[in-house]
């Protein structure tokens, strides 16, 4: 009789081998546990803003533009870390939760070692709500675990999960043990966070974006990173550098990836991580540099945050244009037609517009200054009006540390109807979600 091959996962879930690459992983969810939402600033907000998750832990949703809402809009995905004032090492566990909007219960399902102040542990909805993903470490590698809320059945994958295909057939991600090289807080942690996993100088040809083909669990190298920086338009000005994959995520059509890369000089990152923009189709082929904005430096260039515009064809971001200052742009796909969406209004944080072009949220640094508070902006950009939505307390960065690692943006999200917004804050210094209604107003 054939031996049947077991594991331990990171979290110490027993793991089943049910064919190459792909483990059964044991998996017990906790009870539901009732709370009560509350009420954020009543009185004081542009709109109804509440706090749906509760004071037992802080949590947070995946990262900007990555909806926490399942696609019936009835459930809420998101991590909660075991502390907020120290770095993980690989060995702490968080928690997968899952909340219900409608009876008002928390409920964890998963724990996992994969997780980072800033993503959390990328968590990501499928096509429905019967599964979940997020991503663990089995046999030494993080790689994408698929959660059925339905019966508790738990598939671990052979691929890193960073972001999920609309329709739910694969999943794509950079490894999570290259991430925090060029920022902390994104990756899986580290044995040993003072020597980081690197790759040599230069642009790897064996090393990318990887995609994970769900139904066969087959991994394959979408794009290298020498796939991508054969299309960056000159050479770095400081030679000798390392280029890594940061940020990738399908438009909400599924036809198109939107890929971040950066480099990193041989001064690390005290001499920063020039980011650019490319996109590619979701075989690989076709990959375009994206923001050739008039007048603004390919290496260096200020401003950040790219995503897709709703339209699924353009991707927006800020940046930074001469004789404008900071403004939020937008251009196609493949680079052309970029444009200048707002004349007046200054950019920052991270903005995200909804399929109509006519609404975009950002959030940024409050009243307070020095990030104590975080406020949610609505822009028309038809009318191009400002509105404040609301100002909630966030973390304050000299109660937990000078690291920027352990700061908490907004990360503004929304939902699968363009009706509600969800955001991070922290009452009391204690990592929240909240989510404004903003359907009485758009």
């Known amino acids: 009789m054939k031996r049947r091959e077991f594991i331990r996962t990171s979290a110490g879930l027993l793991a089943l081998a049910a064919s190459p690459g792909l483990w059964a992983v044991e998996n017990t969810f906790s009870q539901k546990k009732n709370f009560q939402f509350k009420t954020s600033n009543v009185g004081k907000t542009l709109v109804p ?56 219960t928390v409920r964890t399902v998963f724990k996992t070692k994969c997780w980072g102040f800033q993503t959390g542990g990328n968590v990501n909805w499928g096509a429905s709500d019967r599964y979940l993903y997020a991503n663990d470490v089995i046999n030494g590698t993080a790689v994408g675990v698929r959660i059925d809320l339905e019966t508790g059945g738990t598939k671990a994958y052979a691929g890193p999960l960073y972001h999920m295909a609309p329709d739910e057939s694969c999943f794509i991600g950079f ?132 995503t897709w515009h709703g339209d699924g064809v353009h991707v927006t971001r800020h940046l930074e244009v001469e004789g404008q200052g900071s403004r939020y742009c937008q251009c196609k796909y493949d680079g052309t037609d970029f444009k200048v969406l707002c004349e007046k209004i200054k950019a920052s944080g991270h903005p995200s517009i909804e399929p109509r072009a006519r609404f975009l949220v950002t959030d940024g640094k409050g009243s307070m ?11 028309d950009l038809v009318a191009e009006e400002e509105r404040q939505v609301c100002e909630v307390p966030t973390i304050d960065p000299k109660k937990l540390g000078t690291d920027s690692v352990f700061r908490l943006d907004g990360h503004p999200c929304w939902s699968p109807d363009y009706k509600k917004v969800s955001f991070q804050a922290a009452p009391e210094n204690n990592r929240q979600l909240f989510v404004a209604d903003l359907s009485g107003v758009i």
């Not at 706090?51 to 995946?62: A, I, L, R, S």
Request: net charge positive; aromatic share 10%; with cysteine.
């Open 369 to 379: 200054g020095d990030r104590k508070t975080t406020i949610l902006c609505l822009i």
């Open 49 to 104: 803003v509440t706090q749906v998750t509760p004071d037992d832990g802080h949590y947070v949703q995946t990262y900007f533009d990555v909806t926490p809402f399942s696609p019936s809009q009835k459930l809420l995905a998101v991590t909660r870390f075991p502390f907020q004032n120290r770095m993980p090492v690989l060995g702490d566990i968080a928690d997968v939760c899952v909340i219900d909007l409608e009876v008002r």
């Open 175 to 306: 490894p999570h043990e290259l991430r925090d090289v060029t920022q902390l807080g994104y990756g899986v942690p580290s044995k040993d966070p003072a020597h980081l996993p690197k790759l040599p100088p230069g642009a790897s040809k064996t090393e990318g974006i990887w995609k994970t083909d769900l139904k066969t669990n087959r991994k394959s190298l979408l794009v290298s990173l020498a796939d991508v920086v054969a299309k960056v338009p000159s050479p770095p000005p400081v030679p000798g550098g390392t280029f890594y994959f940061w940020h990738s995520k399908f438009n909400r059509q599924g036809t198109r990836i939107a890929q971040v890369l950066r480099y990193l000089t041989p001064a690390g990152l005290e001499a920063g991580v020039n980011p650019m923009t490319f996109t590619y189709n979701p075989d690989g082929s076709d990959i375009r540099y994206c923001f050739k904005a008039p007048g603004v430096a390919i290496w260096g260039a200020g401003g950040g945050h790219p």
